[in-house]
Each structure stands twice: as structure tokens, then as C-alpha cells.
């Protein structure tokens, strides 16, 4: 029997799987250590534990241990990336280019560091969401320390041409910073392939436990620096202070070697089931997909059903399945999602959006269960809805 209601918003966040829970639990009673503790084994144990983990991350995304700072999950490390550049160059330069279809994390950050003498360029993108290359070349001044851009958008999972950005970075000698948040993982990423300077991430996004993130910082060619943004007893290299969550990290740790592990064959099974998805739906009139399906991660479909509103249908719906009408974040606001906006898409679409992603654990009786779920409501509501026509 199918348990309801079941999970298709991996995007907003995701279970922990129960072989990073096992790897954890020891950190929280017998190996309870401060990793700062230097003059006992209880320390030595809890940092030994922070540089297995260490290793693991880099390990994911193609980069040495040395060069991961651990922070407590992506929003902290977009604000200690854009910040701390900022910080650190100010006297070199003011202007950074970032995009439009960023996350709040990123976009209020920028706003935050307009008030304090930043300026911002924030690139348009295209009716598939993604940033030109050519668009970010003729954006740069010669005061710009930093170019701020996604890897994968989370409302649409469209995946941005990260080797041509960072091939424009590199000829304009400035830092490539790349919200990643919901690529790694999922699709595989190696910062000296893809160019890129630094990069944020989350552990709660890749199936280990909240409050743990990590930002990658390039140590040579070119060597990051940045400043920091809390100050105390000097852990993560001066970068980060504050006591490590030596649970949490451990967890993290696990988790991306898990991804990487099976990152190849989750993709081939949830790219199936996502497209019976899709294109189940599809088979309704007036049902459009949102953002690229030529560059998107293998897990997300994100699909505007017209003549119905969002709210409306995921009321309908919520007992049985969990899914979310634009970006979680903003789903508290009535206003159609801002990246739904910016890739073009009409008002009355962009709120008839909704959002699918799938994850470890989804089987494919959920898929099907979904599937006749939604249309049976879709059809229902639209019924109900004077302007539609049969
Ligand atoms: C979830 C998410 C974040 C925020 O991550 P937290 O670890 O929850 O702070 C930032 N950027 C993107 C793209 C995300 O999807």
C-alpha cells in the first residue's frame, strides 16, 4: 500500500538517508568532542571525524580538502562568498554581476551589499532561463570583482552554461562564485572543469541532515581570498569561527559519498519517471513545461497548468501529494514566482505552476499515483472554472 501523503519536493529539501543517520549518532553521545580540542582524545576523535568528512565533500565535487569551508548549509555560504569578496576587494572594485533567476540567498545579499557602495548587474535571462555568455562579457567593467552565478535553477532545475560562463571569467581574470545547491549531488560537478572559484552548497539538499553546508574556496590559480563574516576563535582557517557540527559534518560527509556513488544510476531512474510525469500531463490541454528541457537536472519538471490556480490545485491535493507552487521560500507570498517571470512567462501561468521534484526515495507506484491524481483534479477544478472551454 502507497503511504500517504507522498514526497515530490526534493528541491525544498530532503529525508536523511538512514546510512548518514548511522554514521551521526555516535557524534552526538560517546564521540560527543569539541574538533577544536586539542589536549584529549575526545577532540581528537570529533576532528578526526571533520577531516574524513572534509574529504568526502571535496571529494564530490573535484576539489582538494584544504579548499572546503564547512558553514551551516548554502544561505550562509552565498553570504560569506558575496560578502567576504566583496569585503575583501572593495578597493579594487564595486561591481558584480550576478542574474535575475538567483536565489533569495544570493539576490538579497546583492540587495544588502547595494547599500553598502556595491554595484550590481543583475543579467536577464533567456525564455529557456538561462544567462548568455555573451550577455555576462559585455556586462563586465573594469571595477569587477565577482561574477555570481547558479549552477541549477530550484524552481525549474534548468542547469546554466557553466563552462561558457566560467570561460568568460577567466579571460576577464575575476572570481566565478556558483550557488550549486541543488546540482551537486545530482549531476556531476568538477570545479576545475567547470572553472569554477567558488561554490556553495547544502547537506540537507543531498539526503544528510540541516545546519550543515559547505563553501569551496579555490586555492590555487587563482588562490580565493575573502573576508570573513563571524569573527571568534579562528576555526575553518580563520574563514568560519564557531564550534563545528561535527554530527552534522560527518553526516554531510556521508552523504556525498553516497551521491557520488549513486548519482549515476538516481539519475537514469528518476530522468525515466519524470518524464512519464511530464509527459502524462502534458497529454492536458493548456499544460506547458517551464524553463529548459534540454539543460535540466534529471530529477525536476516544473509545469504551468492554465485555467487552473496553483493554490487552488495543491489544496486539492496536499493531502495525498507534497509538491510546491513556485519556490518554497516565497510560497508564503501570492505573487507568481519571480523566475517564472523572468524566463517570460504569463502571469496567469506562472500561477498555475507547479513544481515536481523527485528524489532517493521516490518509487515509480508514487509516479503513477501522482500522475492520475493530478489530472483527475486539474480536470475537476477546470470544470469549475467558467473561462475554460472544453
Ligand atoms: C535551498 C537553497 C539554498 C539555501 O540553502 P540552505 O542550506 O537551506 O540555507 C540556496 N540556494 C539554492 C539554489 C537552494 O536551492
Given at each position: 500500500?502507497?503511504?500517504?501523503?507522498?514526497?515530490?519536493?526534493?528541491?525544498?529539501?530532503?529525508?536523511?538517508?538512514?546510512?548518514?543517520?548511522?554514521?551521526?549518532?555516535?557524534?552526538?553521545?560517546?564521540?560527543?568532542?569539541?574538533?577544536?580540542?586539542?589536549?584529549?582524545?575526545?577532540?581528537?576523535?570529533?576532528?578526526?571525524?571533520?577531516?574524513?568528512?572534509?574529504?568526502?565533500?571535496?571529494?564530490?565535487?573535484?576539489?582538494?580538502?584544504?579548499?572546503?569551508?564547512?558553514?551551516?548549509?548554502?544561505?550562509?555560504?552565498?553570504?560569506?562568498?558575496?560578502?567576504?569578496?566583496?569585503?575583501?576587494?572593495?578597493?579594487?572594485?564595486?561591481?558584480?554581476?550576478?542574474?535575475?533567476v538567483?536565489?533569495?540567498?544570493?539576490?538579497?545579499?546583492?540587495?544588502?551589499?547595494?547599500?553598502?557602495?556595491?554595484?550590481?548587474?543583475?543579467?536577464?535571462v533567456?525564455s529557456e532561463g538561462?544567462?548568455?555568455?555573451?550577455?555576462?562579457?559585455?556586462?563586465?567593467?573594469?571595477?569587477?570583482?565577482?561574477?555570481?552565478?547558479?549552477?541549477?535553477?530550484?524552481e525549474t532545475?534548468?542547469?546554466?552554461?557553466?563552462?561558457?560562463?566560467?570561460?568568460?571569467?577567466?579571460?576577464?581574470?575575476?572570481?566565478?562564485?556558483?550557488?550549486?545547491?541543488?546540482?551537486?549531488?545530482?549531476?556531476?560537478?568538477?570545479?576545475?572543469?567547470?572553472?569554477?572559484?567558488?561554490?556553495?552548497?547544502?547537506?540537507?539538499?543531498?539526503?544528510?541532515?540541516?545546519?550543515?553546508?559547505?563553501?569551496?574556496?579555490?586555492?590555487?590559480?587563482?588562490?580565493?581570498?575573502?573576508?570573513?563574516?563571524?569573527?571568534?576563535?579562528?576555526?575553518?582557517?580563520?574563514?568560519?569561527?564557531?564550534?563545528?557540527?561535527?554530527?552534522?559534518?560527518?553526516?554531510?560527509?556521508?552523504?556525498?559519498?553516497?551521491?557520488?556513488?549513486?548519482?549515476?544510476?538516481?539519475?537514469?531512474?528518476?530522468?525515466?519517471?519524470?518524464?512519464?510525469?511530464?509527459?502524462?500531463?502534458?497529454?492536458?490541454?493548456?499544460?506547458f513545461v517551464n524553463g529548459?528541457?534540454?539543460?535540466?537536472?534529471?530529477?525536476?519538471?516544473n509545469i504551468s497548468?492554465n485555467?487552473?490556480?496553483s493554490?487552488?490545485?495543491?489544496?486539492?491535493?496536499?493531502?495525498?501529494?507534497?509538491?510546491?507552487?513556485g519556490?518554497?521560500?516565497?510560497?508564503?507570498?501570492?505573487?507568481p514566482s519571480y523566475v517564472l517571470k523572468a524566463l517570460g512567462v504569463a502571469d496567469e501561468l506562472a500561477r498555475g505552476s507547479?513544481?515536481?521534484?523527485?528524489?532517493?526515495?521516490?518509487?515509480?507506484?508514487?509516479?503513477?499515483?501522482?500522475?492520475?491524481?493530478?489530472?483527475?483534479?486539474?480536470?475537476?477544478?477546470?470544470?469549475?472554472?467558467?473561462?475554460?472551454?472544453?
Amino acid at each position: 500500500m502507497l503511504k500517504l501523503p507522498l514526497y515530490l519536493d526534493y528541491n525544498a529539501t530532503t529525508p536523511c538517508d538512514p546510512r548518514v543517520m548511522e554514521v551521526m549518532t555516535p557524534y552526538f553521545t560517546e564521540n560527543f568532542g569539541n574538533a577544536a580540542s586539542r589536549d584529549h582524545s575526545f577532540g581528537w576523535h570529533a576532528s578526526e571525524a571533520v577531516q574524513y568528512a572534509r574529504e568526502q565533500v571535496a571529494g564530490l565535487i573535484g576539489a582538494v580538502s584544504t579548499e572546503i569551508i564547512f558553514t551551516s548549509g548554502a544561505t550562509e555560504a552565498d553570504n560569506l562568498a558575496l560578502k567576504g569578496v566583496f569585503e575583501m576587494f572593495r578597493s579594487k572594485g564595486n561591481h558584480i554581476i550576478t542574474s535575475v533567476v538567483e536565489h533569495k540567498a544570493v539576490l538579497d545579499t546583492c540587495r544588502h551589499l547595494e547599500k553598502l557602495g556595491a554595484d550590481v548587474t543583475y543579467l536577464k535571462v533567456n525564455s529557456e532561463g538561462l544567462v548568455d555568455p555573451e550577455e555576462l562579457e559585455a556586462a563586465f567593467k573594469p571595477t569587477t570583482i565577482l561574477v555570481a552565478i547558479m549552477y541549477a535553477n530550484n524552481e525549474t532545475g534548468t542547469v546554466m552554461p557553466v563552462k561558457k560562463i566560467s570561460a568568460v571569467t577567466r579571460k576577464k581574470g575575476v572570481f566565478f562564485f556558483s550557488d550549486a545547491t541543488q546540482a551537486v549531488g545530482k549531476i556531476p560537478i568538477d570545479v576545475n572543469n567547470d572553472g569554477i572559484d567558488l561554490l556553495a552548497f547544502s547537506s540537507h539538499k543531498m539526503y544528510g541532515p540541516k545546519g550543515a553546508g559547505a563553501l569551496f574556496l579555490r586555492r590555487k590559480d587563482p588562490r580565493v581570498k575573502l573576508t570573513a563574516q563571524i569573527d571568534g576563535g579562528g576555526h575553518e582557517r580563520g574563514i568560519r569561527s564557531g564550534t563545528l557540527n561535527v554530527p552534522g559534518i560527518a553526516g554531510f560527509g556521508k552523504a556525498c559519498e553516497l551521491c557520488k556513488q549513486e548519482m549515476k544510476q538516481e539519475a537514469k531512474r528518476l530522468s525515466a519517471w519524470r518524464d512519464k510525469l511530464e509527459t502524462s500531463l502534458l497529454k492536458l490541454k493548456d499544460t506547458f513545461v517551464n524553463g529548459s528541457t534540454r539543460f535540466r537536472l534529471p530529477h525536476v519538471t516544473n509545469i504551468s497548468f492554465n485555467f487552473v490556480e496553483s493554490e487552488g490545485l495543491i489544496s486539492g491535493i496536499q493531502k495525498d501529494i507534497a509538491v510546491s507552487s513556485g519556490s518554497a521560500c516565497s510560497s508564503a507570498s501570492r505573487e507568481p514566482s519571480y523566475v517564472l517571470k523572468a524566463l517570460g512567462v504569463a502571469d496567469e501561468l506562472a500561477r498555475g505552476s507547479i513544481r515536481f521534484s523527485l528524489g532517493r526515495f521516490t518509487t515509480e507506484e508514487q509516479i503513477d499515483f501522482a500522475i492520475v491524481k493530478f489530472i483527475e483534479t486539474i480536470n475537476q477544478l477546470r470544470t469549475l472554472n467558467p473561462y475554460w472551454k472544453t
